[in-house]
């Protein structure tokens, strides 16, 4: 076998007698054969002077084949030692005997970089006998880059004949070129064929194809690098450049002599050397690196990486075997591999590729650089062991093996072995720092004497696979103190002590030479750790320092127990006067009182007012009266209570009224000082006296206990509040801890902080639940030692929801049941989140509603002097007032036991004719009402049967038109607003919350409109319809229903994509139009104002300068909306005749 080499660089030819002349030079540089087989060509100039041709190394991916493997180049005369190598092209080849028995001779080029070759053509010339042979030349092939599939198969099943595993060669296919693969079913010649069309134009998949190259001959052969043919005799092989356009050779690259016969093997490399590796990387794998000997660097070319062999120790020592002593021969250890798999295994699965060679005299030299390499191995032996389906045979702590090594050739045969090394495998793992290490007081008495020591103690290891045998433990007297000396295991060491296997805990009493004393370190803080050690086979492993843990000889006693309090934002009620004013009479001669209190909050049920007329001559009451309670109606902001008193007189008493007003939840709220007015001669005989009063809620800092215990988060005005708790120390204190309870959840750190010296100390609760809790405050302080105090319980709050309940709702009745026994079925919407149950009221007519209504859905509520049952209301429905007596029922919890929403249902029986009228309320937890739902009135009569039963189909429709085009725009053209969806927070109205701009309009007075309190008006006979958003054909929003969905963000990338209706339809807007007149000493002022008294609508207004404000009205969103959450609107419009006429979507809107 020989192997040549020739270095290609500018202009060159072939002379007639077959030496090579490169012109450009003074004289000519011949290649011809320098020796026998086994021996590489040299270059020779017979001028003197070395071409300048430089060389590079061999790409590296391709072959652990060194440069100075051309040991055959003859440098003569002025080389410059410095020039680098690069054009490199080498030529090897060797035979293989096939299965019957055929030789064939293989050859293989290569060159730095491989660019020089890939893609072109090559011709291969075969003569009988050496090259002195006078034989000529014949070409017996032309080689070049195939990418047909078709001709591809006949080369990789020649490649068979080569020892080519096509199995294996199609699994390297799938795992390293998956990517270009079209599909995984293709054949393997157009897997090899996709392989090479993908990896010509990108870098990282080229690597990988050289690399298949070298591993796989049937890859070599397609990309026209190799060639392989049956070999009869001697021959010798010439590969020429081709240009097959011309059919003419373009120079010769590469001449090779082979002959039959078994090949040269490749010469053993060193003996392996362990590389030391005492840390934790080490554990359980073996590092090792070996030297190639000089005799191996000489063959290079001829050689593609290594093979490591691993051998159990009783195997290779066995008698029959001594492979301790002397090495197996490569076909002996392959075929023991494959016969005793147990004690002999190849360890690598691909070549094992080397960057840096050692010699002899450096590979075992592990001292530092420049002297020595301690870092670089080879190959590390883990036995696969994190590979899926491993099975441990043996490989653990303490083993041993003998480990070879052998060189692979360019067909992936095994050379000469090389002598075995012992290697024993090592736990370099430690073991786990001990858990739960604690320092305690150890108290004896000794002698009538009382002594105190610290006790470490600690929870023992309990891994049965790393079982540890001792603890090494360590005093410090700071944290930094073992930081900066914990580097040296024997620093600080006071105690080792051994592991006992049956107990959870070790201990270890620090009561040693320079212990903590109580003479000498009373409160003194020292610090200990402990480390675990294990029984490694190679030496023990110390785990880290465990956590430390402190201790202090002292006294534990804490301080006392501290004191505090609670302040809440608590809501009540309370009524104040707002106007008095004469209007027009209702009789002549009398005097009329119209006592007027308008709600500011849906949160009021009732007013009552009491009045008296005084006679200031007689000193008393002459006349009282009292309203009763006169109760709100859902949707009614304002009640009044009319009374009359003869004029005979009257003149000069003096009108005193008291009104108070009550909320649901039984607070109730009054003027501090009674209103007064002299009752003047000069209203007779035309005026009516009109005072108005307002009833509100108003929102104050006090402190638990004190008349209020909920805490509301929002006041009426739309700020949000906190629960401020205030605490004071007792002596000694230096730190504090606040914990809170939500409801019977866990005790939890809310607040902390050092005391230093205050008096006192507050934390700010701002972490209020979103659906209502009672929430409880403990308080608790400690001493400079850590020692606590007693946790002391503040006291606990009931707190409001964050945000008003959801408002139901109501579905139209349905009737149910038969003529003898009707019934009619009540369904509601309502997400159930943060609500209890809901409270519905029925009113009946002309017969009261029996409490039996719904058993075992509906009940009475409990009858109070706050809360009455049945509520008189009076409504305005259909056009029609009426007075009902509405039955309030409440449901059962939402839950098992009623359903858990957001859709419910109760069946209930009724009466035949009855005319029944109901709402809907949700109850939160804490007892806050919702907004009533929309009202539903259900008549059950007799069915009709005298009509013929038809089916009506019901006809398809397309999907509703889609508006985009932002048309719905104010008519007034200074306001460029339209339609929007926003989280709007008032500028002037007590507004937050989600809302759809559908109106707004430029109003140049600042008396134009009134938002800040309820009812909210606009000045003039206005009808709030007159201000919706119109089209260009002057069409207007209105009738309409407003739907959401929620869109994806970055806190809720998951969402339902379900649309809620959030409004009802809404076809007018509700309003009243007043008169009433002021009078003046100059005379009289007549107002008329358009009040909104519509629960679906708000106003707000965006002051422009002291006059000039934009007046906004929007549809209010009905349901909770989530903070951070993103929504988008859906504002359907509807046609006259019921139809959808489009769908207007708004823009997104972030909730924050």
Request: charged share 15%; net charge neutral.
């Amino acid at each position: 076998m020989v192997l040549g080499m020739l270095i290609i660089d500018y202009m060159k030819a072939r002379t007639r007698n077959g030496n090579w002349q490169f012109f450009g030079t003074t004289g000519t540089c011949k290649l011809h054969p320098s020796g026998s087989t086994g021996v590489f060509y040299g270059l020779l100039c017979n001028s003197g002077l070395f071409w300048s041709m430089r060389l590079m190394k061999l790409f590296s991916v391709l072959s652990v084949v060194r440069i100075f493997v051309l040991l055959g180049l003859i440098v003569i005369n002025r080389i410059n030692a410095q020039e680098s190598l690069e054009n490199i092209i080498l030529t090897a080849g060797t035979v293989y005997q096939d299965k019957v028995g055929r030789y064939w001779a293989y050859l293989f080029w290569q060159s730095s970089p491989p660019e020089i070759l890939l893609g072109r053509c090559f011709a291969i010339y075969a003569k009988a006998g050496d090259p002195s042979s006078h034989a000529s030349y014949v070409r017996v092939a032309v080689i070049f880059q195939q990418t047909d599939p078709l001709n591809i198969e006949p080369l990789l099943r020649r490649a068979e004949n080569l020892g080519e595993d096509l199995a294996k060669l199609e699994q390297d296919l799938q795992t390293l070129f998956e990517v270009l693969m079209p599909s995984s079913s293709i054949s393997r010649a157009e897997k090899v064929s996709a392989a090479i069309r993908g990896s010509v134009i990108q870098e990282e998949y080229f690597q990988n194809l050289l690399l298949m190259t070298r591993m796989h001959p049937g890859v070599a052969l397609a990309l026209g690098i190799a060639y392989a043919d049956v070999l009869a005799g001697q021959t010798t092989y010439e590969v020429r450049l081709f240009d097959p356009a011309t059919e003419t050779d373009q120079g010769v690259i590469g001449r090779i002599t082979l002959e039959p016969g078994p090949p040269v093997l490749l010469p053993a490399p060193g003996a392996p050397v362990e590389v030391p590796d005492p840390t934790p990387k080490g554990d359980i794998n073996v590092k090792l690196r070996w030297a190639t000997p000089d005799s191996l660097r000489r063959l290079g070319i001829l050689q593609y990486g290594f093979n490591v062999w691993r051998v159990t120790k009783i195997y290779a020592e066995a008698p029959t075997n001594r492979w301790d002593l002397t090495p197996p021969s490569p076909e002996v250890l392959v075929a023991r591999a494959v016969s005793v798999p147990q004690h002999v295994k190849r360890c690598n699965n691909l070549p094992v590729l080397t960057e840096k060679e050692f010699g002899t005299n450096d590979v075992a030299n592990f001292s530092p650089p420049p002297i020595g390499d301690p870092e670089t191995f080879y190959y590390s032996d883990d036995d696969g062991r994190f590979r899926p389906g491993y099975v441990n045979l043996g490989f653990t702590n303490g083993a041993q093996f003998y480990y070879f090594v052998t060189a692979r050739d360019i067909l992936g045969r095994d050379g000469l072995v090389s002598p075995g090394t012992l290697v024993t495998v090592c736990d370099r793992f430690p073991p786990a720092p001990p858990s739960g290490v604690r320092v305690e007081n150890d108290y004896s008495f000794v002698g009538g004497t009382p002594r105190q020591y610290l006790r470490v103690v600690w929870n023992q290891n309990t891994n049965v696979v790393d079982p540890v045998s001792h603890y090494w433990v360590y005093r410090w007297t700071n944290v930094n103190e073992m930081h900066s000396r914990a580097h040296n295991p024997s620093n600080n060491l006071i105690a080792i002590v051994q592991h006992t296997n049956g107990c959870v805990t070790g201990s270890y009493v620090d009561n040693g030479p320079g212990c903590p004393t109580v003479t000498q370190d009373l409160g003194r803080t020292f610090w200990y750790t402990v480390r675990a050690q294990d029984l490694g086979a190679c030496g023990p492993n110390l785990s880290g320092n465990s956590a430390p843990a402190f201790g202090v000889l002292r006294d534990r006693v804490g301080p006392d127990a501290p004191t505090g309090s609670v302040q809440i934002h608590c809501v009540q009620p309370q009524v104040r006067y707002r106007s008095f004013a004469l209007t027009n009479a209702s009789a002549p001669w009398t005097f009329t009182f119209r006592l007027n209190c308008t709600r500011s909050s849906q949160q009021f049920a009732w007013v009552q007012f009491i009045a008296g007329i005084y006679d200031p001559q007689n000193n008393k009451f002459v006349a009282m009266y009292d309203s009763g309670r006169l109760f709100y109606s859902p949707g009614e902001w304002s009640r009044e209570f009319v009374f009359a008193t003869d004029s005979r007189g009257r003149f000069g008493n003096f009108l005193y009224v008291w009104p108070k007003a009550g909320t649901f939840d039984g607070q109730v709220g009054q003027l501090t000082q009674p209103f007064w007015v002299r009752i003047e001669e000069s209203w007779l005989p035309e005026k009516d006296v009109l005072v108005n009063f307002e009833a509100r809620l108003v929102g104050m800092l006090t402190a638990l206990n004190q008349g209020c215990e909920r805490h509301v988060p929002v006041t009426p005005d739309g700020t949000r509040t906190n629960i401020v708790i205030i605490g004071y120390p007792t002596p000694t204190s230096r730190e504090w801890r606040l914990y809170r309870r939500v409801d019977d959840g866990p005790l939890m750190l809310l607040c902390q902080g050092d005391i230093g010296g205050a008096p006192s100390f507050s934390c700010q609760d701002d972490g209020m639940p979103p659906g209502g809790a009672t929430i409880c405050y403990y308080l608790q302080v400690l001493d400079e030692h850590g020692n606590p105090s007693p946790l002391v319980k503040l006291g606990c709050v009931s707190t409001a929801p964050a945000t008003p309940p959801p408002v139901p709702l109501l579905s139209p009745l349905l009737a149910t049941g038969v003529t003898n026994n009707p019934g009619m079925n009540m369904t509601w919407f309502c997400p159930p989140p943060g609500l209890e149950r809901f409270e519905v009221w029925v009113a009946g007519k002309p017969n009261t509603v029996s409490s039996n209504l719904a058993p075992g859905f509906l009940v009475l509520r409990q009858t109070n002097d706050l809360q009455p049952n049945p509520v008189r209301q009076t409504l305005v429905l259909n056009g029609e007032t009426n007075t009902y007596d509405f039955y309030v029922f409440i449901t059962p919890r939402i839950g098992p036991g009623f359903g858990p929403g957001p859709q419910f249902s109760v069946p209930c029986n009724i009466e035949l004719g009855e005319k029944y009228t109901v709402f809907v309320r949700a109850v939160a937890k804490d007892g806050t009402l919702s907004e009533p739902s929309n009202i539903e009135e259900f008549v059950w009569n007799p069915a009709n049967t005298n009509y013929i039963v038809c089916t009506i189909p019901w006809p398809a429709r397309g999907l509703p038109p889609l508006n985009t085009n932002g048309e719905f725009k104010s008519s007034d053209p200074n306001v460029p607003l339209g339609v929007m969806g926003r989280y709007h927070i008032g500028f002037e109205a007590p507004l937050t919350g989600a809302v759809v701009l559908v109106g707004a309009v430029l109003l140049t007075s600042n008396d134009a409109s009134g938002v800040r309190e309820q009812p909210q008006w606009i000045a003039g006979p206005t009808d709030p319809m007159s201000l919706l958003f119109t089209n260009r054909s002057g069409e207007k929003l209105f009738p309409m229903v407003l739907y959401r969905y929620q869109l994806s963000n970055s806190m809720f990338p998951n969402v339902s994509g379900d649309i809620v209706q959030v409004s009802p339809l809404l076809e007018n807007i509700a309003y009243e139009l007043t008169n009433y007149c002021v009078v003046y000493a100059q005379g009289r002022i007549c107002y008329t104002n358009s009040l909104l008294r519509d629960s679906y609508v708000v106003y707000d207004r965006l002051m422009m300068n002291d006059n000039m404000h934009i007046f906004l009205m929007f549809v209010r969103d009905t349901q909770p909306v989530i903070s951070g959450a993103r929504y988008k609107y859906l504002l359907v419009r509807f046609k006259k005749n019921g139809e959808i006429a489009e769908v207007i979507p708004t823009e997104a809107m972030d909730v924050p």
